[in-house]
């Protein structure tokens, strides 16, 4: 019997988030939230984070060859898909015995799918913090633990729904130092708007959404819950105090779909973070209908430099037929005025290649772009997401494979009402060059880019383009 325990207690478990492409200063705090989850159990937890690993296939193979792990997670975003299939293929290869979850936003839509592709062994579905560490208590017995879809004898089996985290402070913060949290840092770049090279990293307050666009929705309702969830005022800046001493940060990113929703909890926030005083600075995501200015004001006060808005699309009918965003043009541009105002930095997110969406359109909203007194420009081309109230009306027109969707490069869709995708990559290029390259910012764009860390972030973006 003591055997048994000692056994268990010795568990190893290695999460996999397979970012190959498109390396980024943003942490995947997802996994990281995992592995602090999956620390409060006996078991142990690595990180294998492919963000900046050159080979990581080859890299994986080898860490597999040299420590034996009971379980593998890997997370599974759709655009990652095919990355999730070679690393399970690969761990079914060399550690046969090794179970493999996936989990992530793509396993939860699509379980049935995501369990067939060879060597999955589960699904976690939803929010995996809990289930996690049921399953490890459970001795990875897939039975007892709600929250999976699993295989046994031939037969999918569901293991039942898992609850949403009620209270968010019961999580504990980010594995950081599991993470090549230097890495990170150093090109981290959502408030160079502000300063070039600040120093900063990225954080999430709440977890879900109430709004219903077509490109998101039902999809986060479905990871989230319908009810939108805030982490605590003290648990937030407790994660900030101990950001700030470990890793000497000037300022975060928010990562919320929709910050600042709850006017009571904002003011709260915005209150501790002005009694503070720690000179941090900060940006959020914000949408257009929301952006009042006392309240920017008061966030401004608290630290607010960056407001990042979703505008999407310069025609109406987009907005509202084909997005459902709920928000007017005239909102949008009053919004990013009203934040110009204050002396605040904006970032427009922009979608190009709507289905039905015209050349003239396209071309509209690249104009609306280069128009707006904006600071920084997103613009990735339109992919209808599984299990969204866009992959549903459109289903029919989609001409490629989950492995092929990448919004920031290809189109996915295949048909007369969509622009082809080699148009679209072209409007794209064109947009980014009119905006980065134009009168109003070609002096900040090349003194941007002349420090040698300017260069290494523009290296990375260029990798999107």
């Given amino acids: 019997m003591h055997h048994v325990a000692e056994e268990k207690s010795n568990m190893r478990i290695l999460l996999v988030f397979p970012r190959f492409r498109y390396p980024s200063g943003d942490p995947p ?24 690993v050159k080979h990581p296939l080859r890299v994986l193979r080898q860490k597999l060859q040299e420590t034996h792990y009971d379980v593998i997670g ?41 369990l067939a592709l060879p060597g999955v062994d589960a699904v976690a579905i939803g929010e995996a913090e809990r289930s996690w560490t049921k399953l490890i208590e459970a001795d990875l017995d897939f039975s007892r633990v709600p929250g999976f879809r699993y295989r046994s004898e031939g037969e999918v089996v569901d ?21 090549p949290m230097a890495r990170y840092l150093r090109v981290w770049y959502q408030l160079d708007a502000v300063a070039y090279g600040l120093r900063g990293t990225s954080i999430i307050a709440s977890r879900g959404c109430p709004y219903d666009c077509a490109y998101c929705q039902p999809t986060l ?46 003011s709260e926030l915005c209150r501790a973070l002005i009694d503070w005083n720690s000179g941090l600075v900060w940006g959020c995501n914000l949408r257009a209908d929301i952006v009042q200015r006392e ?25 509202d037929d084909i997005y459902q965003k709920n928000i007017t043009l005239a909102q949008a541009r009053e919004a990013v005025h009203t934040a110009k105002d204050l002396g605040l930095r904006v970032r427009g997110y922009f979608m190009l290649g709507a289905p039905t969406e015209t050349e003239q359109e396209t071309r509209a909203t690249l104009r609306l772009a280069k128009e707006l ?40 869709y295949d048909s007369d009402s969509v622009l082809p995708a080699a148009r679209l990559d072209w409007f794209k290029k064109l947009g980014y060059l009119q905006f980065y390259l134009g009168r109003r910012r070609l002096l900040r764009t090349l003194r941007s880019v002349l420090g040698i860390s300017g260069l290494r972030k523009a290296l990375l973006k260029i990798k999107r383009f």
């Avoid at 705090?29 to 900046?52: H, K, M, N, P, W």
């Avoid at 293991?159 to 993470?179: E, H, K, Q, R």
């Avoid at 420009?377 to 494979?401: A, C, M, N, W």
Wanted: net charge negative.
């Fill in 29 to 52: 705090l997802g996994v990281a939230y995992l592995a602090s989850c999956v620390r409060q159990t006996d078991a142990q937890v690595e990180i294998f984070d492919a963000t900046f």
């Fill in 74 to 114: 890997i997370t599974a975003l759709t655009s990652m898909i095919a990355e999730v299939r070679d690393i399970a293929a690969l761990v079914r290869q060399v550690s046969p015995e090794t179970t493999v979850v996936v989990g992530g936003p793509h396993a939860t839509i699509l379980p049935e799918q995501t």
């Fill in 159 to 179: 293991s039942g729904p898992t609850d949403f985290v009620a209270n968010l402070d019961a999580i504990p913060y980010p594995a950081w130092d599991l993470l």
């Fill in 221 to 266: 309702r479905r990871i989230f819950g319908r009810r939108i969830r805030f982490r605590g005022v003290d648990n937030i800046l407790g994660e900030l105090v101990e950001l700030k001493e470990r890793y000497g940060i000037a300022g975060v990113m928010w990562l919320d779909d929709t910050f600042g929703i709850d006017r009571a909890w904002l």
């Fill in 295 to 319: 309240t920017l004001a008061m966030m401004q006060q608290a630290g607010l430099r960056v407001v990042h808005l979703g505008i999407e699309s310069a025609t109406q009918r987009i907005l």
């Fill in 373 to 412: 007194p904006l600071d920084d420009v997103t613009f990735s081309i339109t992919t209808p997401l599984p299990g969204t109230h866009l992959y549903r009306k459109t289903q029919e027109l989609i001409g490629r494979d989950f492995s092929a969707f990448d919004y920031y490069r290809s189109a996915v």
